[in-house]
């Protein structure tokens, strides 16, 4: 084993910038923009001060699940060169900092949950617990067969349905194909980074670790296994949702995706799939354009995301170095 002491004295020093990095904050904003769901379907109304506290809300629970990850898993973080450095609670001089934002973070959460209403502070907070456990012993569900997938779909499953919940769009129950099939979009792409990038990437860490997660129970063959199944039933939705509404763009941008594949580096093209959130904003987009339900604020908005996409994605394929 090695000394952790003496470990948390050879990370660097960092930035607020680099601090805030490795916090992972850009990673709680992906979550969080899939609340702004329920707005789209609702043709834009309810927005207002209130739904940006929600916003907030589920932002700063996407912080709290990341950082209170980080803080139980110091011990295993320290054996890994890589996490050691990006895990703020190896180092003495950020151990300080993670702590204020893992108590700040879920405290934010609940009081901007608290400022909407007295269900989605219900919600939140449910959901916030679930947060927790994910993580923190005696439960820590990360560690539990299938629980720890189900998590991740609670998770992005969760974000969604508050969004629904304060915009009262409840017509998602009905016979409303397009809700149906682009949730399952989310939550495959949810469960498929669950797999790879947080499990099949730290299999051998995980093992030498005594991990009893999902993928560590059944073994990389089988894992990988059911990846590629899930990876292949991801596309053909995407595909056949786009055909069944003729979002022609959206099929275009989907291509372009899985053809990716065929570009990037062999061992980055585990982020490739990373992109695919821009052609799920899309069909939102190309759906409702079609529908012509769109009024120049409708615009402006999904505008303003799909340039906001498209900037982290050139940014992500710098940082991975992709291409």
Request: glycine share 6%; proline share 2%; charged share 15%.
């Amino acid at each position: 084993m090695v000394d952790s002491t003496s470990l948390m004295t050879q990370t660097p020093e960092r930035s607020t910038f680099q601090l805030l990095l490795n916090l992972r904050i850009s990673n709680a904003i992906v979550p969080t923009a899939l609340i702004l769901l329920g707005l789209f379907w609702n043709n834009m109304a309810g927005f207002g001060v209130g739904y940006l506290f929600l916003i907030f809300s589920a932002f700063f629970g996407n912080v709290f699940v990341f950082v209170v990850n980080d803080y139980y898993d110091t011990d295993a973080d320290l054996e890994d060169p890589l996490k050691r450095i990006r895990n703020v609670f190896c180092s003495p001089e950020t151990k300080k900092a993670g702590m204020q934002a893992l108590y700040l973070s879920v405290l934010l959460s609940m009081l901007f949950a608290a400022l909407v209403s007295v269900n989605i502070f219900i919600i939140m907070g449910v959901i916030n617990v679930v947060y927790f456990y994910y993580s923190a012993p005696p439960i820590r569900l990360r560690d539990r067969m299938l629980w720890d997938w189900i998590f991740v779909l609670i998770w992005k499953g969760g974000i969604i349905i508050a969004g629904y919940v304060y915009l009262f769009a409840w017509k998602w129950f009905g016979n409303v194909p397009f809700i149906y099939g682009t949730l399952f979009l989310f939550l495959l792409i949810t469960l498929i980074g669950q797999i790879t990038i947080n499990q099949l990437n730290d299999f051998e860490i995980d093992k030498k670790t005594n991990k009893t997660n999902t993928v560590q129970m059944l073994g990389k063959y089988r894992a990988v296994l059911i990846y590629k199944v899930l990876f292949i039933l991801f596309f053909v939705t995407g595909v056949l949702l786009s055909i069944y509404y003729r979002l022609y763009i959206t099929l275009g941008l989907i291509g372009v995706n899985f053809a990716l594949y065929y570009f990037v580096k062999q061992e980055k093209r585990q982020y490739v799939l990373d992109y695919s959130l821009i052609w799920v904003i899309i069909l939102f987009l190309e759906r409702y354009m079609y529908l012509g339900t769109y009024n120049i604020y409708a615009q402006i908005l999904f505008g303003t995301w799909v340039v906001v996409m498209s900037g982290i994605a050139v940014i992500h394929a710098r940082r991975k170095e992709l291409l």
